[in-house]
């Protein structure tokens, strides 16, 4: 790595302030004492954050995005882990075809998902309301749930479980006695995953969510009042620092998960 | 033609009662047929074990019966009962896995003590039971540890004294002692032997390390391809083994052609290329006996070689030196006989005042014809 390792250094430098410095200003515009989005900074104010105490339509929309996030990370989750499960310790046929059709979203554009979902649900008839952003949240937050869990029962020595069965528990006191607690940190993690993924996710709950905004969708329609943009840096910068918190959490406990059964680490999402 | 006929490679049936009995055992998996029509006993308190290279079938035998795998045709008995459907748990067999299989997120105490849950007995009697356990393998004090903090030869004494607390009429061992580096692997298998004479329980041990199991079973069945290629006690598969496959296998065999004739009256001889023509017993040919072209195999302790001032005993050939092989105890030649394209491998122990030869020395090797086994 000489002589052209210091251009290589310089790049990714750059690269990383191109990626991080915008998300850098929104707690600098948060704090500023103006309504206007620009240098220079007039002064240190919480005025911003205050405001956000007192609009009800944003508390409301705050409590949709934690049900649907919360219900998503739950549903995904226990999807994932019969997938997980099946992918890891059984052979079926079509399996390859059945699991790619499942990690399809993944690599699907969201704006398609979100229209034919649309489609469909005005087709059938059913309203669209928190319940339907749902339904498609669990649909993208799936594969990640699945890749998180699969890793998990990777790193689960399989003859762990035939032991207890040998030992005399039969095939489910052996799930919520071996299994479960060992792929515990990975639910964990796929739980924080599948929520930050659903707190934030716009395109889908922007076509679903009806009546009902989340709070991407909230903030969205707020973006067309010039005088509003300060609290929504605010905004912003909260759900920021929630998101680096839960993806850290996640990562903790992945990482202990692997120790704990004594496994090497493979590298993860963090 | 057929002077004397092939022994049967179940050989003799176990001493004492049968706890396992296996019928003609098939096992599947789509096209590939790993067990083809496995039968053999295994008697109650018997130190079996099941030797072969690896993909010879013998884990998945022993999987068989642990309840793991199912058959596909056949049958095999556990103390006289058809065990067809019987899942693992419902099965007096236990086992100790490759891995150890120690369950990580509980401690010592409890992984010796998992198989007691659904033990009726009070709390108090359980746990003096594992503590039983624990000092049966030498590892008292050791409870509140946790699992995965033990070393190697920590985990196998755990995973014994966890299978060994629910008192199996079966102990199924699945190469516990692969993991193991030389030394520890050494102690752990005297260790396991005293274990088994202590407890009185039948050990079923699969391995592909053929000196393991002559130093610790009672009975071997060497495996080949799913199929018993011989089941005898560790003497006879060494001294007799029935196929040039299995005197391959086991220890190092010289084999050097033969023809063999019939001299009629249960009398045999055989001329072998480079040692010259010899009578043999009938107990030497336990492969069964043809007439017409064949080869003996010797072991190389069978054969001597000769040195300086040594008076010719026995019959003597004469030969090159090819190979030395210095062990400090032991001198292993390859010796090219006149007349012989491979060289013999000739094991000497190095005693005090022999010298160790070098290449290209020639020398003379003594060789007695009631050492050599006949394969037709």
């Not at chain 1, 339904?135 to 869990?149: D, K, R």
Request: proline fraction near 5%; glycine fraction near 10%; include cysteine.
């Amino acid at each position: 790595m000489r002589g052209g390792g210091s251009g290589f250094r310089a790049y990714a430098v750059l690269y990383l302030i191109f990626l991080y410095a915008p998300i850098l200003l929104l707690p600098l515009f948060a704090f500023n004492d103006s309504t206007i989005i620009a240098f220079p900074l007039t002064g240190f104010t919480t005025r911003w954050f205050e405001e956000l105490t007192t609009t009800p339509a944003l508390h409301q929309a705050v409590r949709n995005s934690l049900i649907i996030a919360v219900s998503t990370a739950i549903l995904a989750t226990c999807l994932g882990i019969f997938a997980a499960r099946a992918a890891t310790r059984y052979a079926f046929p079509g399996k390859a075809g059945i699991i790619g059709f499942i990690m399809l979203p993944l690599v699907l554009p969201e704006i398609i998902v979100a229209v034919s979902l649309l489609v469909v649900l005005l087709q059938i008839g059913v309203k669209l309301t928190s319940f339907t952003v749902i339904m498609g949240h669990v649909l993208i937050c799936t594969p990640y749930a699945i890749a998180v869990l699969n890793s998990a029962f990777l790193s689960l020595d399989r003859s762990l479980e035939e032991a207890a069965v040998d030992l005399g528990e039969t095939r489910l006191s052996t799930f919520r006695l071996i299994t479960l607690p060992l792929i515990m940190p990975g639910i964990i993690s796929s739980l924080l995953i599948s929520f930050t993924i659903s707190l934030d996710e716009f395109i889908i709950a922007f076509f679903l969510s009806g009546t009902e905004p989340t709070l991407p969708v909230y903030i969205w329609s707020q973006l067309r009042f010039p005088t509003k943009l300060p609290a929504i840096m605010a905004l912003g910068t909260i759900l920021v620092a929630l998101s680096i918190l839960l993806l850290m959490i996640a990562e903790y406990f992945r990482r202990q998960g692997i120790r704990r059964a004594g496994g090497k680490d493979s590298g993860g999402f963090l | 033609m057929t002077l004397i006929p092939e022994k049967d490679p179940a050989g003799t049936p176990p001493a004492g009662r049968p706890i396992i009995e296996l019928r003609g055992v098939h096992k599947y998996y789509g096209d590939y047929h790993a067990l083809r029509g496995i039968s053999c006993d295994i008697g109650a308190g018997e130190f079996f074990s099941l030797l072969g290279p690896s993909g010879c079938g013998k884990t998945t035998l022993l999987r068989t019966i642990a309840g793991f795998e199912d058959v596909s045709e056949g049958e095999v008995l556990i103390d006289g009962r058809n065990v067809d459907g019987v899942p693992a748990n419902k099965r007096p067999t236990n086992m100790v896995f490759q891995s150890y299989a120690i369950f990580p997120h509980l401690t010592v105490e409890e992984n010796v003590g998992f198989g007691l849950r659904r033990d009726p007995r009070p709390r108090a009697e359980k746990a003096a039971a594992v503590a039983a356990a624990l000092e049966m393998v030498g590892l008292s004090g050791f409870g509140k540890r946790a699992a995965h903090a033990l070393s190697g030869g920590q985990r196998q004494r755990v995973a014994l004294a966890r299978a060994l607390i629910l008192k199996p009429k079966v102990l199924l061992l699945d190469e516990p002692l692969s993991a193991l580096d030389k030394k520890l692997r050494e102690q752990m298998q005297s260790e396991l032997r005293k274990l088994q004479r202590q407890v009185g329980i039948t050990f079923i041990l699969v391995t592909h390390d053929q000196e393991e199991a002559l130093i610790m079973s009672d009975r071997i069945a060497v495996m080949f391809e799913g199929v018993i290629a011989q089941l005898a006690s560790p003497q006879d598969l060494y001294r007799r083994p029935l196929t040039r496959q299995v005197a391959d296998f086991i220890g190092v065999m010289n084999f050097l052609p033969a023809t063999v004739a019939d001299e009629g009256g249960g009398q045999i001889a055989v001329d072998v290329a480079g040692l010259g023509r010899a009578r043999i017993a009938a107990e030497q040919c336990p492969g069964g006996v043809r007439a017409g072209a064949g080869s003996v195999g010797f072991r190389p302790e069978t054969l001597t070689i000769l040195f300086e001032g040594e008076a010719d005993r026995g019959r003597v050939a004469l030969g090159t030196v090819d190979e030395v092989t210095y062990y400090g105890d032991m001198t292993y030649y390859g010796v090219r006989l006149d007349g012989v394209g491979e060289p013999l491998t000739i094991s000497m122990r190095n005693l005090i005042g022999r010298r160790v030869l070098e290449r290209g020395e020639r020398t003379r090797v003594a060789w007695d014809p009631g050492a050599l086994v006949l394969f037709c």
